[in-house]
């Protein structure tokens, strides 16, 4: 059985090995196309930005609330305090954190109340599809809340 799947193995490699000059010569080697890559326009460079739309409401900050575009690499936006948030961001990249994963259902929250305050946060942040929402309904969500300012306003 081993010396027949042998032979068989051979022979096939000789067939291929003859067929090979034959296959080339019918087609004149055409030059490929310079790849995106060592041009700079490699889609996925672009698609790892940072573009984020942030929406807060009732932060007790009148001047907080409402709809800010953030957008890091380089910083900018109208959000408020750009430059702080795209660092934090970054370094939670590098950290290997996701500031915008849901508090756990069996998560044990102490039931405190810190205000309506509420925000949703929408985009792309590392590559990755965000649409997170934020509030302070008990001491899980405040913390998580706390962790992303600069992001989210301080609320009162």
Do not use: K, Y
């Not at 087609?27 to 700079?40: I, M, R, Y």
């Not at 302070?136 to 913390?143: D, H, M």
Request: glycine share 8%.
């Amino acid at each position: 059985m081993l010396r027949r799947l042998t032979l068989t193995a051979v022979a096939s490699l000789a067939a291929l090995s003859a067929a090979a000059p034959f296959a080339t010569a019918a087609s004149p080697l055409v030059p490929l196309p310079p790849l995106p890559l060592l041009q700079g326009d490699w889609p996925a460079a672009q698609d790892a930005r940072t573009r984020l739309t942030v929406t807060v409401s009732e932060s007790g900050n009148p001047a907080a609330d409402g709809t800010f575009e953030l957008e890091c690499g380089p910083a900018g936006g109208s959000h408020p305090a750009a430059q702080r948030a795209c660092d934090l961001l970054d370094e939670a990249a590098e950290a290997g954190d996701n500031p915008f994963v849901a508090t756990d259902r069996n998560a044990m929250c102490t039931q405190q109340a810190g205000g309506p305050a509420a925000a949703r946060v929408q985009g792309t942040w590392q590559g990755t599809d965000i649409d997170a929402r934020f509030s302070r309904a008990n001491g899980c969500e405040i913390s998580r809340w706390n962790d992303l300012v600069p992001v989210l306003p301080s609320a009162r």
